[in-house]
């Protein structure tokens, strides 16, 4: 089974920025994306990208944060552009094969006002 080590996270000023890096042990996958939880809410999907290279960013992200790979690497990145206090949260990278999906431990994103 693959594993997934994130990496980047850390407390930031607003307008900020921070790349989360997320390596996986095995193959890519059929999409590696980032998803994110903030205190009393629901996990919500921030972005991903397809094995072919599509992406998909969530429309409170889209224009300022940015998804790319590293296929050489099995390496998905996450650059977070004009951070705001609302983008605090655990950010969560997932792989996913077919029906399944592997999660990473998750890495603490603060944006302080």
């Known amino acids: 089974q693959v594993q997934l080590v994130e990496s980047g996270g850390g407390l930031v000023q607003a307008g900020g920025s921070l790349r989360l890096s997320c390596s996986a042990s095995?193959?890519?996958?059929?999409?590696m994306g980032w998803y994110r939880q903030a205190p009393g809410k629901q996990r919500e999907l921030v972005a991903n990208?397809?094995?072919?290279?599509?992406?998909y960013y969530a429309a409170s992200v889209k224009g300022r944060f940015t998804i790319s790979r590293d296929s050489a690497k099995n390496t998905v990145y996450l650059q977070m552009d004009s951070l705001t206090p609302e983008d605090t949260a655990v950010y969560y990278c997932?792989?996913?094969?077919?029906?399944?999906?592997?999660w990473g431990q998750g890495t603490q994103v603060t944006v302080s006002s």
């Open positions: 997932v792989a996913v094969f077919g029906l399944s999906a592997t």
């Open positions: 095995g193959n890519f996958g059929d999409s």
């Open positions: 990208i397809r094995s072919a290279g599509s992406t």
